[in-house]
């Protein structure tokens, strides 16, 4: 079993920064892929973005080119650089881990772009 932690959510003003982590409990090796889904209220849960372990992202189109995705393999982090957010950015934000043919999923973290 993995757990997820998820960290540096908050409110933020549009045009700012956020940078989210995601930390799982144990190591995972290196045959796997992370990366973070959204829920906004009202709304099913949409991917963000996702990162192989070869390094290679993709991004769902509306935060290409604001956000970036990262991992640290050797502390089995996964992070997520928010730029120049706007208030449709504005959602529970969950860490995903897809390792060994299961899914593994944090416990979310509040992001709140509003002045």
């Known amino acids: 079993q993995v757990q997820l932690v998820e960290s540096g959510g908050g409110l933020v003003q549009p045009g700012g920064s956020l940078r989210l982590s995601c930390a799982a409990s144990r190591s995972i090796g290196t045959l796997n892929t992370m990366g973070w889904y959204r829920q906004a209220p009202g ?3 949409e991917l963000v973005a996702f990162i192989t372990s070869t390094g290679s992202p993709t991004y769902t ?5 604001r956000f970036t995705i ?3 393999i050797g502390k089995n982090t996964v992070f997520l650089q928010m730029n120049t ?3 449709e950015d504005t959602a529970v934000y969950y860490c995903n881990l897809r390792f060994s043919s299961n899914t593994y999923w944090g416990q979310g973290t509040q992001v709140t772009v509003s002045l």
Do not use: Q, Y
């Not at 189109?61 to 080119?65: A, E, I, L, Q, T």
């Open 61 to 65: 189109d509306s935060v290409k080119g």
């Open 85 to 87: 957010v706007k208030p």
């Open 43 to 45: 709304k099913e849960r």
């Open 70 to 72: 990262s991992r640290d």
